[in-house]
């Protein structure tokens, strides 16, 4: 298998052109794409005059309810967070939830879901503090704003970095509640940033090293090889690197590496055969008729004040429209 890459510069259009310039110049049957956004534009022309499988991943439900044949989503749908968060945030904090998430669109998806599970349960939802985690670098004001409507909880979320640095500033203020980190933040990566003691009493993403599956220990391994040792091996790592083993398998029970329709249709048998080294991060057992990879032991995690994780089980919410 060969690997060649090129820079969407976080542009749909330019995600989009890049892919069909892989298909046709590259004959390449599968194009990886790392963001909701190139991913949408992606699926408007891979099942055309070229025809190739998206290894698609991000969390957005969206992709897969877009009815295109030739996707496959990696990750699971951040809608399935949503009850286990409010659970967990009202176990450990209280009713009252404060919104910090970031603004951008999938950061406005997040918002939405969490706030209508978190009314569900008859919890109160104070206003909405969204911020640019992008360009803002002072967060004393928003989080002071958030934190003078008094919550029990607070939703937080955006890339790992200012995500650390608003949590770190909650807790600088006299925060005592929980936190509702989205997950594309990762507490173990925010920790390069900050004490994780600014970081416990959160609910998000499980870490890589929190995993016992069989291949975890040597990835990791590898991983800090490659990247070194202060280098975080996320989930967004982990689990395109179980799609590219998947992929490699399909390939070979499909008995090609060119047609990409044969490819996707073979998942379903491959996914039994994938060697136990590429099983890292929640190996998924099944794929949906949507394209979706499915763990049916999907977990979450809940840092507590000793800075202990502690496993949270997941139930996955339906992709159908």
């Given at each position: 298998?060969?690997?060649?890459s090129l820079?969407?510069?976080y542009a749909?259009?330019?995600?989009?052109?890049n892919a069909?310039?892989?298909?046709?110049?590259?004959?390449?049957p599968?194009?990886v794409?790392p963001?909701a956004?190139?991913?949408?534009?992606i699926q408007?022309?891979n099942?055309?005059?070229?025809k190739?499988?998206?290894?698609?991943?991000t969390?957005?439900p969206?992709?897969?309810?877009a009815?295109n044949?030739l996707?496959?989503?990696?990750?699971?749908?951040?809608?399935?967070?949503a009850k286990?968060?409010t659970?967990q945030g009202?176990?450990?904090g209280?009713?009252?939830?404060?919104l910090?998430?970031t603004q951008?669109?999938?950061?406005?998806?997040?918002?939405k879901a969490?706030?209508?599970?978190?009314?569900?349960?008859d919890g109160k939802?104070?206003a909405?503090?969204s911020?640019?985690?992008?360009t803002v670098?002072?967060?004393a004001?928003?989080v002071s704003?958030a934190?003078?409507e008094?919550p029990?909880?607070?939703?937080v979320?955006?890339?790992?970095?200012?995500t650390?640095?608003?949590?770190?500033?909650?807790k600088?203020?006299g925060?005592?509640?929980?936190?509702l980190?989205m997950?594309q933040?990762?507490?173990?990566e925010m920790?390069?940033?900050t004490?994780?003691e600014?970081?416990?009493?959160?609910v998000?993403v499980?870490?890589v090293?929190?995993?016992e599956d069989p291949?975890?220990k040597?990835f990791?391994?590898?991983?800090?090889e490659?990247?070194g040792?202060k280098?975080?091996?996320?989930s967004e790592?982990?689990?395109n690197?179980?799609?590219?083993a998947?992929?490699?398998?399909?390939m070979?029970?499909?008995?090609?590496?060119?047609d990409p329709?044969k490819?996707?249709?073979a998942i379903?048998?491959?996914?039994?055969k994938?060697?136990?080294k590429?099983k890292v991060?929640g190996?998924?057992t099944?794929?949906?008729d949507?394209g979706?990879?499915?763990n049916p032991e999907?977990?979450v995690?809940?840092l507590?004040?000793d800075?202990?994780?502690?496993?949270?089980?997941?139930?996955q919410?339906?992709?159908?429209?």
């Open positions: 298998m060969e690997l060649k820079d969407d510069k749909p259009s330019t995600a989009a052109s069909q310039r892989l298909a046709d110049q590259d004959k390449a599968v194009v794409s963001n956004g190139a991913i949408k534009a408007q022309i099942d055309g005059r070229s190739f499988l998206i290894s698609a991943y969390s957005d969206a992709i897969v309810q009815d044949p996707t496959m989503m990696i990750p699971p749908n951040f809608e399935s967070y286990p968060f659970e009202m176990k450990h209280g009713k009252k939830l404060a910090l998430g951008s669109e999938y950061g406005q998806q997040w918002t969490i706030t209508d599970e978190w009314k569900k349960a939802i104070g909405d503090n911020i640019d985690y992008a670098s002072d967060f004001g928003p704003k934190l003078s008094k029990d909880s607070i939703f979320g955006g890339p790992s970095q200012p650390a640095l608003i949590m770190e500033e909650a600088k203020q925060f005592k509640g929980s936190f980190v997950d933040a990762k507490l173990d920790a390069t940033v004490k994780l600014n970081l416990t009493n959160s998000g499980l870490p090293k929190e995993y291949g975890t040597d990791l391994k590898h991983f800090a490659v990247a040792e280098k975080v091996a996320t790592t982990a689990l690197y179980q799609s590219i998947i992929i490699a398998k399909a070979e029970e499909a008995g090609t590496t060119s329709e490819i996707r249709a379903p048998d491959a996914l039994s994938v060697d136990d590429y991060n190996f998924p099944e794929i949906s949507e979706h990879l499915v999907l977990e995690t809940y507590d004040k800075e202990k994780y502690t496993k949270v089980p997941v139930e919410v339906s992709d159908a429209k």
